[in-house]
């Protein structure tokens, strides 16, 4: 089991940022990807963002095109924490924020684990 706890979330105008944080805790060893949703009312949630947990792992992170360049995301392995440092934020980038860690078996099931979510509201 993986526990997952945002925070960072708030209200800001166009063009500002936000940094959004995420701490796991409980069985940490078997995470294959961090990663960074977004959800609005009446849609599917979206990927933003994803992170390896090993700098071994060599792969880069990817973004959303609609995120690319503007958002950031990086982890701090001896907090176990994931970040997503948000600039020139738009109105369209209004959502709520979900944090993300997706186990993997050797057997090549997977599973996702989900923090509760944190509000951005990007609006003037």
């Known amino acids: 089991q993986v526990r997952l706890v945002e925070a960072g979330g708030g209200l800001v105008q166009p063009g500002e940022s936000l940094r959004l944080s995420c701490e796991a805790s409980g069985s940490l060893f078997g995470i294959h990807t961090l990663g960074w949703y977004r959800q609005v009312p009446g849609a599917q949630r979206e990927l933003v963002a994803f992170i390896t947990p090993r700098d071994s792992d060599a792969i880069a992170p990817e973004y959303d095109p609609a995120v690319r360049g503007r958002f950031t995301i990086s982890r701090d392995n001896a907090k176990n924490a994931v970040y997503l440092q948000m600039n020139s934020l738009k109105p369209e980038d209004t959502a709520t924020y979900y944090c993300?860690?997706?186990?993997?078996?050797?057997?090549?099931?997977?599973?996702?684990?989900w923090g509760r979510g944190t509000q951005v509201t990007v609006s003037a």
């Open positions: 993300n860690a997706r186990t993997l078996s050797p057997s090549g099931a997977s599973v996702d684990y």
